[in-house]
């Protein structure tokens, strides 16, 4: 017998109809839940991320009680026309644990968790959320996000790595930026353009750091290259991060999945054609930081002992300056030597830029390698006699000078990393390149947005007395209110930390390579209301953290799992695993070692054990990680420790922390055993622990129970269950009888805990064993996730 689809169709309805009514449900409500699940799907398919951002209607729901704000509408929505309810209300010490870790990336402190458990009043979650937003850790937590994408490091990566002592500067102004509530647009405007659009305005300088944090070779001797290099950077930096936008791919092609040309693609770069950095910008007088006041004292120190050296190795330098620096331009490939060694009268727009990028990179380090070699390398054409005593006499100051290496500043800077253009209408040319090679230009073409964004053409540029105005113009399209990306790709990034997963998913891919919107009414109202609310980042924040749908407990649910089972609808809150720096600064944090202090110069805590405070750790080559001799930096937040690009701090290295060498979008989750075996076998964790130990003790006292209670209540925010206490006191039991049988054979050396204030009935193997508990307890899943 035939089946045509019409008759398959309405046998399935009829079987699903007759399903339901044996569960009480009635045909009118599978039919309306049918009617709002194609609407949605139809909705779905029409949407598009380059449509104008409208906000729309929002949806009419059954359970209206449970919708706090327009947010739970557009979820609830979806959840009925799929049959399903919404989760009960997390209970509120699990509700002000995953709050204070999702906006501080740290834990709540048990007296927190008890007034907010306490308080009755109507406002009591607003309070809540206020009080995070205000503080300064939200600001802290929301740089590291920005951080990830803005591949901040504070070294160059390539073979050297060297550090870029100024990067700090831009991270602080990051926190900075989210503390105060920046606007999203300014902010924007100030890391793309602030050089040019605020001249004058010192942090809006420091901000195009964020251009300038590139991945960067040094020794590079083609710089012609490696200025297309550092703008194919900038490009694909700015389409991923602001526009979630796969551009890079049509440098060398037409994108494959979206309508981007490789013409469009060198016309964007070409905004950024004129762009140079000064990483030795001087700070503004009376800008100076207690940090940098610090760095100059200390520096002073140094130069006033070392002053009569450095004058004797200048002199000799000096004898050999002109050759070596000829020498060391000879080296660089032929089409940057024609503009190294073209007269400074005849420079176009690209020679200027190539002898700018040629003495930034240039060190007097090249001038003592000439010198070196062309005394000791006898088969060198330009060996020279004369310079054997010159650089035996070098090599005599250079071993007199490192006795003073202990009196320089540690950290620091005396500059600040800027963007600049180096001409104002004379602009260096940008190319189509075959292939995307660089030694292949073709048609030469200028600045213009993608026709798929919105673009019109070429682009209105009015240049300034000192720059070109181009990235200007971009900054100012980017942060447009009309723009149909940004706003929708960064409320799509906020929602994917709080709910695991981006409305769009894919949240660096917002082209037809990436995943639909589950709720695309609900992306478009959260972008509507952000540009409506004057591009507020905290108004966002709250919102989110104040619906309903946040609110919702993580318990697994079998009915949602059999309707969504990738909970893509929201059914049930998303569990999540801590990130590596929320797991490293929540240690800290419980264990009360956590030195509370907001920006300055990158810290070196140690790598193997506390002990090795100011000793060199050589773990990257010949870039040794020297321990940070003032021991509050071994506890600072992993926000403000070093981030070497050839070297990931080893703590947090195992759970998946952002590869600063690209925009990196998204955390990855992974379950390794070297997960578990960094925790557990670190001697540095297991000082937090004995450090937590000692905390728990005296905040509780000696009862064993008011113990346990209180550990539970600084990591897990509860107490334990009656099963979770009988366990944690056999395990008691059986490690003192194991450290005493340890004992009896004649090895006793166990680890007690930190910082006791009594220790009149202190009982050496009790306490040890309890160092022991709070360990393990420390390593569980109740404490890397939140629920």
Known sequence: MYWDNEMKKSIYISILLGSFALQGVTAETVAVAQVAKAAQTASTKAWSPYQPVKDPAVPAVKQKGWVRSPIDAFVLAQLEANGLKPSAEADRATFIRRATLDAWGLLPTPEEIKAFVNDKSPQAYEKLVDRLLASHHFGERQARRWLDLARYADSTGFQNDNTRPNNWRYRDYVINAFNSDKPFSRFIQEQVAGDELWPADQNARIATGFLAGYPDNFNSRDLVQRKYQIETDMTDLVGETFLAATVGCARCHNHKADKVSQKEYFQLQSFFANTAFNEKAPLDKGSETDFDKAYQKQQAVYNEATKEIRAKQKAIL????????????????????????????????????????????????????YLRDTAEEKTRPDYNEAHVDLWKQY??????????????????????????????????????????????PLEAVKPAIPALWGGKGEVAITPTEKSSGRRSALAQ????????????????????????????ATVADFGRAGQKPTHPELLDHLASDFVGNGWSVKKLHRDILLSATYRQSSDERPDAVKVDPENKLLAVYPRKRLEAEVIRDSLLYASGLLVDKV?????????????????????????????????EDWYRRSLYVFTRRSFPYPITQNFDPANPNNPHHKRDVTTTP??????????????????????????????????????????????????????????????????????????????????????????????????????????????????
Not at 325 to 350: G, H, Q, V
């Open 318 to 369: 000096d004898k050999v300056r002109e050759a070596g620096r000829k020498y060391y331009n000879e080296r660089y490939l032929d089409d940057s030597r024609a503009a190294i060694f073209k007269p400074e009268s005849e420079w176009n727009a690209l020679d200027k830029w190539v002898n700018w990028r040629k003495q930034a990179v240039a060190t007097d380090n090249e001038i003592v390698s």
């Open 395 to 440: 090599k005599a100051l250079q071993e007199e000078i490192k006795q003073f290496d202990k009196l320089k500043p540690a950290k620091g800077s005396n500059w600040a990393t800027t963007a600049l253009e180096l001409t104002s209408t004379d602009v260096p040319p940008t190319h189509v390149r075959f292939g995307g090679i660089h030694e292949r």
């Open 477 to 504: 399209w980017l942060s447009s209110n009309d723009n149909p990306l940004t706003a929708r790709v960064y409320v799509n990034r906020v929602w994917a930390q709080y709910f695991d997963k981006g409305i769009i």
């Open 599 to 631: 920006g300055g110069p990158s810290v070196f805590p140690p790598v193997l054990k506390s002990g090795d405070v100011g000793k060199s750790q050589d773990f990257a080559g010949n870039r040794a990680w020297t321990v940070s001799e003032e021991k």
């Open 674 to 787: 070297l997960q578990a075996l960094t925790l557990f076998n670190s001697e540095i964790v297991f000082d937090w622990s004995q450090a937590l130990a000692g905390r728990v003790i005296n905040e509780a006292g000696p009862s064993e129970d008011a113990q346990l209670n209180r550990v539970y209540e600084i990591l897990f925010a509860r107490q334990p269950s009656k099963a979770e206490r009988t366990a944690l006191k056999q395990f008691l039991a059986d490690e003192q009888i194991a450290i005493r049988q340890k004992a009896a054979g004649g090895k006793f050396e166990v680890a007690v805990p930190a910082g006791l204030k009594d220790t009149k009935s202190y009982d050496p193997v009790k306490s040890a064993a309890f160092v022991d508990l709070v360990h393990t307890v420390a390593n569980s899943n109740s404490f890397a996730y939140r629920f």
